[in-house]
């Protein structure tokens, strides 16, 4: 027993010295022109002995540069890593690191989309003593906002900068329509505003060789309705549409005088039902009836348990989506309060959880997480389905708003699952389904809805910057409201 606890013992400290690395992989995303392509291993030696680097391996795409090659007790190794490729497309490169505690090697992955590629592909490793390295450069931003008609400048259009969900600078146009500024190297979603004009919104990717939009701008085209009058004797009152939120709204009733005791018929609506009720109401002789206080409601939140379930294939690159969707989260996040539970989770070719029952208050790292998401692979969704209503079951909340949120661009792949009854019998143990369509189309929206039904929840358009902003926040706050005297 006592030799086998040896072995366990030796195992694990040399198991432990092996982990001593900050990460095992590093997802670079898109590269494009500009990029610097840089990261930074670190290695901290965990046991009492000196370690010593080894070796590196890897091929000609790859630079390196070590901060040394003997690792004292308690230091710190740095192996810095710069990919340099010759072609486009996606790649994925393991680099194993030979270290003197270990037999086998460690392996660190390196992955990333290049997009372009320009001449400062092949340089070198940047220095540890370089104070610009790991920072994004900047560039000279050229906007030109103009009438689509006349060709005439816009003078104080707002054109607004959205990186990775958050906006990162907001800038106006001059007399001549014209904005100039620093901004950083990178991929924005730009929202362009101006009175009396029709916002646009579109991305595009920004550098040094490709610094400038050109947005032209038109005016709405209204159409006055024609007004017919309506005949007194046709009832308008039934025919009022009523909007979000379902609350009871009270049509006024105008109450005649009378001379004596009398009974009439006051009508109210309840819009949940959308149902006409009456109620007898005696009216004591008086020439002014004093009207009864309007009992006031207060409005309070269930604690909230939210699983994500997040569409992160490829199409999500295209048309601003996945900034559409990181904004949309984001916003979520700053609205909700320490009692909320977030759960993230991730589906394309494979599904994943990112983060798990996180408490809204950690509101840095969801952003942070939620900001470093990415999308690349195939849209399967079925077992992300799954994976979210068995996260949902495991942070349930008695008594509380638990709900998945699938969110996609378009329709949900099922595979062979019988996606229905799962939706349905989750619903049946308190948990509701709610869709975020980003950017569908119409065809694949209608399924969406069909399916949120199913789930007691909604399907959500989101369309423009606008809506990231307000649709998903107030369906949270329409699921979880309670209303109390």
Same mark, same amino acid.
Do not use: W
């Given at each position: 027993?006592?030799?086998?606890?040896?072995?366990?013992?030796?195992?694990?400290?040399?198991?432990?010295?092996?982990?001593?690395?900050?990460?095992?992989?590093?997802?670079?995303?898109?590269? =494009?022109?500009?990029?610097?392509?840089?990261?930074?291993?670190?290695?901290?030696?965990?046991?009492?002995?000196?370690?010593?680097?080894?070796?590196?391996?890897?091929?000609?795409?790859?630079?390196?540069?070590?901060?040394?090659?003997?690792?004292?007790?308690?230091?710190?190794?740095?192996?810095?890593?710069?990919?340099?490729?010759?072609?486009?497309?996606?790649?994925?490169?393991?680099?194993?690191?030979?270290?003197?505690?270990?037999?086998?090697?460690?392996?660190? @992955?390196?992955?990333?989309?290049?997009?372009?590629?320009?001449?400062?592909?092949?340089?070198?490793?940047?220095?540890?003593?370089?104070?610009?390295?790991?920072?994004?450069?900047?560039?000279?931003?050229?906007?030109?906002?103009?009438?689509?008609?006349?060709?005439?400048?816009?003078?104080?259009?707002?054109? @607004?900068?959205?990186?990775?969900?958050?906006?990162?600078?907001?800038?106006?146009?001059?007399?001549?329509?014209?904005?100039?500024?620093?901004?950083?190297?990178?991929?924005?979603?730009?929202?362009?505003?101006?009175?009396?004009?029709?916002?646009?919104?579109?991305?595009?990717?920004?550098?040094?060789?490709?610094?400038?939009?050109?947005? =032209?701008? @038109?005016?709405?085209?209204?159409?006055?309705?024609?007004?017919?009058?309506?005949?007194?004797?046709?009832?308008?009152?039934?025919?009022?549409?009523?909007?979000?939120?379902?609350?009871?709204?009270?049509?006024?009733?105008?109450?005649?005088?009378?001379?004596?005791? $009398?009974?009439?018929?006051?009508?109210?609506?309840?819009?949940?039902?959308?149902?006409?009720?009456?109620?007898?109401?005696?009216?004591?002789?008086?020439?002014?009836?004093?009207?009864?206080?309007?009992?006031?409601?207060?409005?309070?939140?269930?604690?909230?348990?939210?699983?994500?379930?997040?569409?992160?294939?490829?199409?999500?690159?295209?048309?601003?989506?996945? $900034?559409?969707?990181?904004?949309?989260?984001?916003?979520?996040?700053?609205?909700?309060?320490?009692?909320?539970?977030?759960?993230?989770?991730? =589906?394309?070719?494979?599904?994943?959880?990112?983060?798990?029952?996180?408490?809204?208050?950690?509101? $840095?790292?969801?952003?942070?997480?939620?900001?470093?998401?990415?999308?690349?692979?195939?849209?399967?969704?079925?077992?992300?389905?799954?994976?979210?209503?068995?996260?949902?079951?495991?942070?349930?909340?008695?008594?509380?708003?638990?709900?998945?949120?699938?969110?996609?661009?378009?329709?949900?792949?099922?595979?062979?699952?019988?996606?229905?009854?799962?939706?349905?019998?989750?619903?049946?143990?308190?948990?509701?389904? @709610? $869709?975020?369509?980003?950017?569908?189309?119409?065809?694949?929206?209608?399924?969406?809805?069909?399916?949120?039904?199913?789930?007691?929840?909604?399907?959500?358009?989101?369309?423009?910057?606008?809506?990231?902003?307000?649709?998903?926040?107030?369906?949270?706050?329409?699921?979880?409201?309670?209303?109390?005297?």
């Amino acid at each position: 027993m006592c030799y086998l606890l040896s072995i366990f013992i030796l195992f694990s400290i040399s198991g432990f010295s092996q982990f001593g690395f900050d990460k095992i992989d590093h997802d670079y995303g898109d590269i =494009y022109s500009g990029n610097d392509r840089v990261v930074d291993l670190k290695f901290r030696n965990t046991t009492p002995d000196k370690i010593y680097l080894l070796r590196v391996k890897h091929g000609r795409e790859i630079k390196t540069l070590v901060s040394g090659q003997t690792i004292m007790p308690d230091s710190l190794l740095i192996i810095r890593f710069k990919y340099n490729p010759d072609h486009k497309g996606r790649f994925k490169v393991e680099i194993p690191i030979y270290l003197s505690n270990s037999l086998e090697p460690f392996v660190f @992955t390196l992955s990333g989309n290049v997009k372009e590629i320009d001449n400062s592909m092949g340089l070198g490793c940047p220095s540890f003593n370089n104070p610009n390295t790991g920072k994004t450069p900047l560039f000279e931003f050229n906007g030109l906002v103009l009438d689509a008609e006349t060709n005439e400048p816009i003078s104080g259009a707002s054109i @607004t900068f959205v990186s990775n969900g958050t906006i990162s600078q907001i800038e106006s146009t001059n007399r001549k329509g014209i904005v100039k500024t620093k901004a950083l190297i990178g991929l924005y979603y730009f929202i362009v505003d101006a009175d009396g004009y029709l916002g646009k919104e579109f991305p595009k990717y920004m550098n040094k060789n490709n610094d400038s939009i050109v947005v =032209y701008m @038109t005016k709405p085209h209204i159409d006055l309705p024609l007004v017919e009058s309506v005949p007194e004797s046709i009832d308008t009152v039934s025919k009022t549409v009523f909007e979000f939120p379902l609350d009871t709204v009270v049509i006024p009733v105008e109450i005649p005088v009378v001379d004596k005791l $009398d009974t009439i018929q006051i009508v109210s609506v309840q819009q949940n039902d959308s149902v006409f009720s009456q109620e007898k109401l005696e009216i004591v002789k008086n020439d002014t009836i004093e009207p009864k206080e309007e009992e006031k409601k207060v409005v309070t939140y269930k604690s909230n348990n939210i699983v994500f379930l997040l569409d992160v294939s490829t199409s999500m690159n295209s048309d601003g989506k996945l $900034d559409l969707l990181k904004a949309s989260l984001i916003e979520m996040v700053k609205k909700l309060n320490e009692n909320d539970k977030i759960t993230l989770i991730s =589906y394309s070719t494979f599904s994943k959880v990112i983060v798990e029952g996180i408490s809204a208050k950690e509101k $840095d790292l969801l952003i942070n997480t939620i900001q470093g998401i990415r999308a690349q692979g195939m849209t399967a969704g079925g077992d992300g389905m799954k994976l979210a209503y068995r996260q949902s079951r495991e942070h349930y909340i008695d008594g509380g708003n638990n709900q998945v949120i699938m969110a996609t661009d378009g329709k949900f792949n099922k595979g062979s699952m019988n996606l229905d009854r799962l939706v349905e019998k989750n619903y049946d143990r308190g948990i509701k389904l @709610t $869709d975020l369509g980003i950017k569908n189309k119409p065809e694949d929206a209608e399924s969406m809805e069909a399916i949120a039904r199913v789930g007691g929840g909604r399907f959500l358009l989101i369309e423009n910057y606008v809506d990231s902003k307000e649709l998903l926040i107030s369906e949270i706050k329409r699921t979880s409201v309670v209303y109390s005297k």
